[in-house]
C-alpha cells in the first residue's frame, strides 16, 4: 500500500512539475510573441512617418535642354555669369560643356568683366545653324589671383556695351550647340562677384584689405539695389 501511495506522489510530482514547465514555456512565449508584436508596431509607425515625409517632398524635376538656340544661349550665359570654374564655392564649368561643341577658349581668368545684366537682341536661324547676338552692360572688371589668392577686389569703370556674336550648330542628336562665340568665364554677374569676394575676405588676414574688400562688396550691392536684386 505504502508503494502504491509513493508511487502515485511521484506521478503527482511529475504532473506538476510538467505542468510548470509548461507555464514557464508559455510565459517566455508569450514574452518572446510580445515583443515582436510591439517591434512590429514600432516599424509600422516609422514606415508611416518615413512615406509622409516621402510626400512632401517636392518632386525634382530635370531641367529639360532648351529646344531652340536662343534658349541654349541663355541658358549657357546664366550659368558663365554665375563664375563657373572661378573658384571652389562657384559652379563647374562642367555645366557649361554640355552646351558647347566647339573650343571656346579658357574657361577662367583672373580679370574678368562684370555684367549687370545682359540681352538677347538678335537671332538667325536656320535649319542647321544659327547666329544669337548678346549685349552685355559692362560695370567694371573683377580681379583676382588665380594662383595664392594674393590679390582681389573690383574697379569700376564708366558702363559700357559689349556685343558677343554666338555660332550654333546642330548635332547629330537633333540638339542646338555653340561652336563659337563668347571665351567661358569672360564675364561675371554682381552676385557671383560678392560670393567670391566674401568667400576671399572670409580667409583674409590683413584687416587693411578686409575694409578694402567690404567697400568694394558695398559698391557692388548699390548695382544690385538698383536692378531690385535680381542680378545673378
Known amino acids: 500500500m505504502k508503494n502504491v501511495i509513493k508511487a502515485g506522489k511521484r506521478r503527482g510530482e511529475k504532473a506538476m512539475n510538467t505542468l510548470k514547465q509548461k507555464a514557464k514555456n508559455n510565459r517566455v512565449t508569450f514574452t518572446v510573441v ?50 563657373c570654374g572661378h573658384g571652389p564655392i562657384t559652379p563647374s564649368v562642367d555645366v557649361l560643356l554640355q552646351y558647347v561643341s566647339g573650343d571656346l577658349g579658357p574657361c577662367c581668368f583672373d ?14 536661324q ?5 547666329k544669337v547676338t548678346v549685349k552685355y552692360n559692362i560695370i ?3 580681379f583676382y589671383d588665380l594662383g595664392d589668392d594674393s590679390g582681389y577686389g573690383f574697379t569700376p569703370k564708366k558702363e559700357k556695351v559689349e ?8 548635332d547629330n542628336f537633333g540638339k542646338w550647340k ?55
Open 34 to 83: 510580445t515583443i515582436l508584436l510591439l517591434l512590429f508596431v514600432s516599424l509600422q509607425g516609422q514606415l508611416r512617418q518615413s512615406y509622409a515625409a516621402d510626400k512632401t517632398k517636392a518632386p525634382q524635376k530635370e531641367t529639360a535642354y532648351p529646344a531652340t538656340p536662343e534658349g541654349v544661349v541663355r541658358a549657357y550665359v546664366n550659368e558663365d555669369i554665375r563664375g
Open 111 to 124: 580679370n574678368v568683366e562684370v555684367v549687370s545684366s545682359y540681352k538677347i537682341t538678335d537671332v538667325k
Open 126 to 130: 536656320n535649319t542647321k545653324s544659327a
Open 140 to 142: 567694371g572688371n573683377f
Open 163 to 170: 556685343t558677343v556674336v554666338f555660332e550654333l550648330i546642330k
Open 178 to 232: 555653340i561652336e563659337s562665340g563668347g571665351l567661358m568665364g569672360e564675364y561675371i554677374s554682381v552676385n557671383a562677384s560678392i560670393i567670391i569676394m566674401r568667400e576671399y575676405i572670409s580667409r583674409e588676414k590683413s584687416s587693411k584689405k578686409i575694409r578694402e574688400g567690404r567697400k568694394e562688396i558695398n559698391l557692388l550691392k548699390k548695382y544690385l539695389h538698383e536692378q531690385g536684386g535680381k542680378n545673378k
